[in-house]
């Protein structure tokens, strides 16, 4: 079954940098569209990267410019790389694989994702 499993959470000044990761088992890796989601207390759960089997990525503009995702197909590992980060960056950070296949039909709306991990959590202090 789809195991997904998430690392790299902390806490950071803003302006500082963190990477999660995400190792993925269970699947073909590189067929599915993957994705970053994160939910503060209170809010709604928001996507903010996408990675299709091509390397196509897409960002929220919340994140643009800021956060970076990629994955290793050898190492079946997922990763985000967030810089600049900013208070409101705050969260649990959540990894999901989507249910499309090769492009990433569904974009950042959680509803087209059917396995996640647990979570690791960002903290960023001003």
């Known amino acids: ?28 890796f590189n067929k599915y569209c993957m994705g970053w989601f ?3 207390p209170g809010k709604e759960r928001e996507g903010i990267a996408t990675i299709g089997s091509f390397d196509r990525t897409k960002y929220a503009d919340s994140v643009k410019d800021r ?4 994955k290793d197909v050898n190492k ?10 900013e208070p409101e960056d ?6 999901a ?12 709306e959680a509803f087209g ?7 690791t959590q960002v903290t960023v202090s001003s």
Do not use: H, K
């Open 1 to 28: 079954q789809v195991q997904l499993v998430e690392s790299g959470g902390g806490s950071v000044q803003a302006g500082g940098a963190l990477r999660l990761s995400c190792a993925a088992s269970g699947y073909s």
């Open 90 to 95: 705050t969260a649990m950070y959540f990894c």
């Open 38 to 40: 994160r939910q503060a």
């Open 76 to 85: 079946t590992t997922l990763y985000l790389q967030m810089n600049s980060l």
């Open 67 to 70: 956060f970076t995702i990629s």
């Open 113 to 119: 994702y059917d396995g996640w991990g647990q979570g």
């Open 97 to 108: 694989r989507s249910r499309a296949i090769y492009v990433c039909t569904s974009g950042l």
